[in-house]
């Protein structure tokens, strides 16, 4: 069984079980306990788990709030990849911002933006950009989710397709070649695809290890996006993958 595919029957596990430890993963895969150990520590690095004494478990079921983790991992890639995605925002712009730990920094790296337009779902990322000399900053209604302070929902969907955008920065759970954009939750997939309805270019912010990770729902096909910003050049597969599908590719390295 290739890594991946332990990755995601592990998950399968602990959605049903909360713990697994991994001995019983071991068995559970018929592999070695060092295998498993190897896919948990992956796994843990891109914050799909959560490492305890002897086994695994999931991060909402511990008590450190989430999204200030996903804003310190990866947070100097993050850095970088925002850098670049504020270089291709001009003065003036009208775009659309979804909720997510990169976008957060991409956010932070437009203060010095003026005369924005801003949709967004995220009360981080609007309270940011609210700073901004001239900017207006348009906040979506919807069920208010405390971890992020994003909302989501019909509502926020039906907010969203108000506007007409020329940009629009998706953060983005995983990036396969064969599924496309790939996210966690129904409801951010949802509220992604309504957002690339409703803006003339789809810029995704993702760090490297978000390609070829896949989440559990599927957002869009490669080809509805315009561009890609990660932090350093992918693989020869998804340079050639990304190309096919007409996305432009930008990497931190080349800036």
Known sequence: ??????????????????????????????VSDETIRRDIKAMANRGLVERVHGGVTLPNLLQEPTFQKRLARNADEKRAISRVAAQCIRNGESLMIDTGSTTAYVARALVNHTDLMVVTNCTDIAATLSKGKGNRVYMAGGEFRFDDGAVFGQATISFVEQFQARLAVLSIGGISLEQGLMDYHLGEAELSRAIIRNAARVIVVADHTKLGLQASVKVCDLSAIDTLITDCPPTPAYIEGLAAAGVTLLTADDS
């Open 1 to 30: 069984m290739h890594s991946s595919a332990r990755q995601i029957e592990i998950l399968r596990s602990l959605d049903d079980q909360g713990v697994c430890t991994v001995t019983d993963l071991a068995a559970r895969l018929s």
